[in-house]
């Protein structure tokens, strides 16, 4: 689950991770309220900070959002010392259509602001916690480049990209925190600053359950503090039910409808370009059907994973979250039978697609316990089925009812 800048914000600062004080609004009437607060709190030069789910928000571009032809601002991040230029911003932020290059074309409404404070600062520094699959611990990656694309610093100068793995049996010691602060070239005053801060980071991080922590840039200000001048948390949607706090930081205009709709369902669905919807049980066999559909010349809707139980129920919810997408023109339906009888999933598949009365063309392959007696079950129904042998043979022929 992401959480916006601003939930993420007070996440550190429950954890005492010094951070650019702010206020979120979503209505411009609160924007008075909210400078009024800050100037009570001795700030007088402002950032307005546009809030979606996606980066590069100060290099994106403002849009109207019923004329995409009409450029209303560039930049969805915005600072200045006046007040009148910083509701200024905020009007034309607020409401409107925020394109980025994470968003892509489609962009994305801004509906919360988050009006903070500007900071004057000398360096920025880039800064992450993440889990590394390959060696099963977490790492603290850190860079002298701030405010720059994580990506495009380990394309060009890969060098720059400083990682400290964390050893879970023993947690993340002050020594390693020195090490960073020595990596980055921070010393004195900064170098005091730096060691604390990451080490209440670390603790956020591990006790809010995030599978990502994120600040870039991460500031040095001009009388050596270290502040979180951006945050991004991702938080493992897995741990949610040791954190139902969280639960009501979700934003659900952030996603897609269909991924919504899916969750309902206890389904693991990802909305995808293309024009083959995927019903699938597993996510390594999910990942594997998108792969050998590309390979056949045919292009994946969807990433739908109904898990172990695939009956008549899961099917039939699949199916109306597929279908929901209009630019689906066939379906691939490959389920593995281990734990699932296939006989039992393909009576829920028959009985499913009766039920929702699918139009399009299914291509069904079911392999594992009674792979048999499924493949008897599709061919003998009145619907029609494309039964495939193997998962190549699967993608061949969905690729092919296409062309029809």
Request: proline content about 2%.
């Amino acid at each position: 689950m992401k959480l916006h800048e601003y939930q993420a914000k007070e996440i550190l600062k429950g954890y005492g991770v010094p951070i650019q004080d702010g206020i979120a609004i979503t209505k411009l009437k609160d924007f008075d309220k909210a400078i009024k607060t800050l100037n009570a709190r001795g700030v007088n030069q402002y950032v307005v900070k546009s809030q979606i789910h996606a980066g590069g928000r100060g290099k994106g571009k403002v849009y109207d959002p019923k004329n995409r032809e009409n450029l209303i601002l560039d930049g969805g991040v915005k600072f200045t010392t006046s007040v009148e230029k910083a509701k200024e911003y905020a009007s034309k932020i607020l409401g409107n259509l925020l394109v980025t290059h994470q968003t892509g074309s489609e962009g994305k409404i801004v509906k919360t602001l988050f009006i903070a404070e500007g900071l004057d600062y000398k360096k920025e520094l880039y800064l992450s916690i993440l889990l590394d699959r390959n060696v099963s611990k977490n790492v603290i990656m850190a860079s002298t480049e701030g405010g720059v694309e994580i990506e495009k610093v380990a394309e060009e100068t890969p060098e720059k990209i400083i990682k400290e793995w964390i050893d879970p049996s023993v947690g993340f010691q002050q020594f390693q925190a020195r090490k960073l602060a020595f990596s980055l070239g921070l010393e004195g005053e900064v170098f005091k600053h730096f060691v604390p801060f990451i080490m209440k980071l670390y603790k956020a991080y591990e006790n809010s359950d995030a599978s990502l922590l994120e600040v870039n840039p991460l500031v040095i200000t001009n009388d050596n503090k270290v502040v979180a001048l951006d945050a991004k948390v991702t938080i493992d949607d897995n741990a949610l039910f040791r954190k139902k706090s969280y639960e009501e930081l979700r934003d659900l205009n952030e996603e897609d409808p269909l991924e919504i709709e899916a969750s309902k369902y206890n389904l693991n669905y990802i909305k995808l370009d293309g024009n083959v919807g995927c019903m699938v049980n597993g996510a390594g066999l999910a990942m594997g059907t998108m792969d050998i559909i590309k390979l056949a010349g045919g292009e994946p809707a969807n990433f739908l994973d109904v898990g172990g139980g695939a009956n008549k129920e899961t099917v039939a919810n699949g199916f109306k979250i597929i279908l929901s997408d209009p630019n689906v023109k066939a379906i691939l339906i490959n389920i593995f039978g281990g734990i699932v009888r296939c006989d039992r999933v393909a009576q829920g598949v028959i009985d499913a697609a009766k039920e929702i009365h699918v139009k399009i063309p299914i291509v069904v392959r079911l392999e594992g316990t009674n792979a048999t007696e499924a493949g008897i079950l599709l061919e003998k129904s009145e619907l029609h089925f494309e039964v495939a042998k193997t998962l190549k043979d699967a993608a061949e022929k969905v690729t092919s009812v296409l062309k029809y």
